[in-house]
């Protein structure tokens, strides 16, 4: 069974733009794909039907073989709580340290505090911030954010990894880094779904690969991680 | 059943934390509500006051039958004997007129009046203290006793008790009106308060959301922060009605002893006072609820 799949997924904005096309792909478990396309192609449209942020107009998307589309508000958390989300734009809180920012997401299953405690400092060392447990996130470099996010994404043990550009903003080392822990977390089992235009990570990194052109699925091709 | 706990624990501590971290701001807010409610709070405590006045005052409703100045004690006794037979009078005494003239004697600064009228002036009367209770009963007496030969006037002093009744009624009716306006406006201000710590933490808001906090999780703080606020807004209101009734209490009892009363200034009943802070806390609640059900209604995430 699939982690992921989109079944003539379409995507009508309010405002008429067709984000996606009766998109059709798939991920399987334990895959590392890489989502790619130019800027507009609906990467991040195709991102956010997955943690049902939004709602595709018709079609269907399967997250561990539960239909998103179908499911009832009320059931949309415990969905987001089963997926680790790395966002475009970070989303850290940015008057809470790097400890309480990976804490939120054990807050919000009432996880108890000397356990959540204890997989926060296991989370942090995970992506190399072991010690930066204090540290503002504004005290911290780019790929130092980023690895923070992907903390946060994971301590709660996931079984799907989603990750919307992650590397868009850092230098090619600090990138390589990241894709590198990403690759660490589907070799123990979990499922990467990362959305990048970086050719040269895609070729270096990716397994599989989802090409989007104007919200159509243009592609999806096994490729082999040459890292 | 322990992570619900937990996480309501964690709600509290975050909303204590977030009273230390702007106290100023959060001892404004509890001023405001505390003055609102000290309103119809002082209101309720003062007509609790008249109410139990009204009691000491007419421990024992009495009827006065006057007899005309040329009755005689054949008169008197007719009328003694209509009272007798009457349930609602407990005990009844004959009150000669020399009797009278005696009592008004001894009053201050009566003497010289009396002795410049040369002859008593008092009629005889009979007095009746009633047993409480049955109004319509004891007005039917009074319009039979006006009936007797000799009889110049009944006097039933349960009329102005019954006034008392109706005024305190009204009394509260208009307290209850004012609490239900100052509720309204409570929960506005807790509303208000609420919705501008909501922006403030749209972000958090916002990522609880993607990382999947339900929203009764989202909504728990700030539920906390209305409830405590009403809490605290409503002990502000009783503490500013203690602090009066404590400074006008000495001056009310000594006016009392005047009247050989030992009645004094209460705040009323302790089970009463617990229920009207539960319900300033209610609505510091509902305030906060509606505040943030409303943010999480319009926020564009799902």
């Known amino acids: ?227 | 059943m322990r992570a619900w706990i937990r996480q309501h624990a964690q709600s509290l501590r975050g909303t204590l934390r977030g009273f230390a971290r702007a106290p100023a701001a959060a001892a404004l807010n509890v001023v405001a509500i505390g003055v609102a409610l000290a309103l119809p709070l002082g209101a309720w405590v003062l007509l609790g006051n008249v109410a139990r006045l009204g009691g000491y005052v007419a421990a024992e409703p009495q009827l006065s039958v006057f007899l005309a100045t040329d009755a005689t004690r054949a008169d008197a006794a007719r009328i003694e004997a209509a009272l007798a037979g009457a349930t609602a009078v407990r005990r009844q005494r004959f009150v000669p007129k020399e009797d009278a003239l005696a009592d008004l004697y001894r009053a201050a600064g009566m003497r010289e009046i009396l002795a410049a009228l040369g002859s008593n002036p008092l009629p005889d009367a009979v007095i009746a203290d009633l047993a409480p209770g049955d109004p319509d009963s004891v007005q039917r007496l009074a319009v039979d006793l006006r009936k007797l030969p000799k009889v110049e006037l009944v006097q039933l002093d349960a009329v102005w008790l019954e006034r008392l009744a109706a005024l305190l009624r009204l009394g509260q009716r208009a307290v209850a009106v004012l609490a239900a306006l100052l509720a309204v406006g409570m929960v506005a201000v807790t509303f208000n308060t609420v919705r501008q710590q909501v922006l403030t933490q749209q972000s958090e808001i916002e990522v609880s959301r993607l990382i999947g906090a339900t929203d009764a999780f989202i909504r728990r703080p700030f539920v906390y922060q209305g409830a405590l606020m009403g809490l605290a807004g409503g002990l502000a209101a009783l503490g500013t009605v203690a602090l009066s009734v404590h400074l006008l209490g000495s001056e009310v009892g000594r006016l009392a002893a005047t009247y050989g009363s030992d009645f004094r200034l209460a705040l009323g009943p302790a089970a009463e006072i617990g229920m009207l802070l539960a319900f300033a806390g209610v609505l510091g609640w509902a305030g906060a609820y509606l505040s943030v059900s409303k943010h999480l209604r319009k926020m564009a995430l799902p």
């Open chain 1, 1 to 227: 069974m699939p982690a992921i799949h989109f079944n003539r997924v379409t995507k009508r904005y309010a405002d008429g733009f067709e984000a996606l096309r009766e998109a059709t792909f798939a991920v399987e478990a334990g895959e590392f794909a890489f989502l790619t396309g130019h800027s507009g192609a609906g990467k991040t449209t195709a991102l956010r039907l997955i943690p049902a942020i939004e709602r595709a107009t018709s079609g269907t998307v399967l997250v561990n073989g539960q239909n998103v589309a179908a499911l009832r508000t009320v059931a949309i958390p415990y969905l987001r709580r089963s997926l680790g989300l790395v966002f475009q734009d970070q989303k850290l809180l940015h008057d809470r340290n790097a400890f309480e920012n990976v804490m939120l997401p054990l807050a919000v299953c009432g996880e108890p505090p000397r356990e959540a405690a204890r997989r926060v400092r296991a989370a942090l060392d995970k992506v190399g911030l072991a010690g930066r447990e204090r540290a503002m996130p504004i005290a911290l470099s780019g790929g130092e954010q980023q690895r923070l996010c992907i903390a946060r994404a994971v301590v709660n043990r996931p079984s799907i990894l989603i990750a919307d550009e992650p590397t868009a903003n850092l230098d090619s080392e600090a990138a390589l880094g990241i894709v590198e822990i990403f690759r660490a977390f589907n070799q123990v089992g979990v499922t990467v779904l990362v959305a990048t235009h970086d050719s040269a990570l895609i070729e270096r990194f990716a397994t599989s690969v989802v090409r989007l052109a104007h919200g159509r699925v243009a592609a999806k091709a096994a490729a082999l991680a040459t890292a």
